[in-house]
C-alpha cells in the first residue's frame, strides 16, 4: 500500500513536468562555422522567408500531396511531393496562402517573416476513395526525425500539373 501512494505522489509530481513544453529552439548555425541550417539548408535570403515542403513516407506513400498557392486567378502549383520528398519554396513576406487537395481539400495560411525558414509537413490521411492529404506546420527537430530517408525533388517533377 505505502508503495502505491509513493508512486501515486511520484506521478502527481512529474506529470506538470512533462505536461509543460518549450517551444522549439530557432536552428543556430553549425559547429563548424558555416552558414547551412542543420547542415542541410541554406539560410533564407535576408529579403525572403523559405518554406520547407516536405512529405514523409508512410500511408498513402504513392500518393502525391499537389502544393499550391494563392486562391482564384493568382493560384499557382508549386509542387507534387511525393513520399520522403522535400522543395524549397522561397516567399515575399507576408500572408500566403497554400493547399493541397485530393477528395477532399486542407488549406494552410502563414505569415512569412524576412530572412526566416518554416517547415511544412503534407501526410496523407484514410480517405474513403483516394488518401486526403493535410497540411500542417512542423519544425526542424521533427523533419530531422526522418533522417535521410527525405530527399529533395528533383527539377523536373516539380513540374506544373495540367489541371488538377
Not at 91 to 105: F, L, N
Not at 108 to 130: D, H, N, Q, R, S
Request: a positive charge; glycine letters at 10%.
Amino acid at each position: 500500500m505505502k508503495s502505491k501512494s509513493i508512486l501515486t505522489l511520484a506521478l502527481l509530481v512529474a506529470a506538470p513536468a512533462t505536461a509543460q513544453t518549450a517551444p522549439p529552439a530557432p536552428p543556430a548555425p553549425m559547429a563548424d562555422g558555416s552558414d547551412k541550417i542543420a547542415g542541410l539548408f541554406d539560410k533564407a535570403p535576408a529579403d525572403k522567408g523559405q518554406i520547407i515542403f516536405y512529405r514523409p513516407g508512410g500511408a498513402g506513400a504513392l500518393i502525391g500531396c499537389l502544393v499550391r498557392e494563392g486562391d482564384g486567378a493568382d493560384e499557382k502549383h508549386l509542387s507534387k511531393l511525393t513520399g520522403n520528398r522535400y522543395f524549397i519554396h522561397l516567399a515575399t513576406p507576408g500572408v500566403h496562402k497554400y493547399w493541397v487537395k485530393s477528395e477532399a481539400t486542407d488549406r494552410l495560411t502563414m505569415e512569412v517573416e524576412p530572412g526566416e525558414t518554416y517547415f511544412v509537413k503534407c501526410t496523407i490521411a484514410m480517405g474513403i476513395i483516394v488518401g486526403r492529404p493535410n497540411l500542417s506546420p512542423s519544425d526542424l527537430a521533427e523533419f530531422q526525425k526522418k533522417g535521410k530517408k527525405v530527399k529533395p525533388m528533383a527539377p523536373a517533377d516539380a513540374v506544373e500539373d495540367k489541371k488538377n
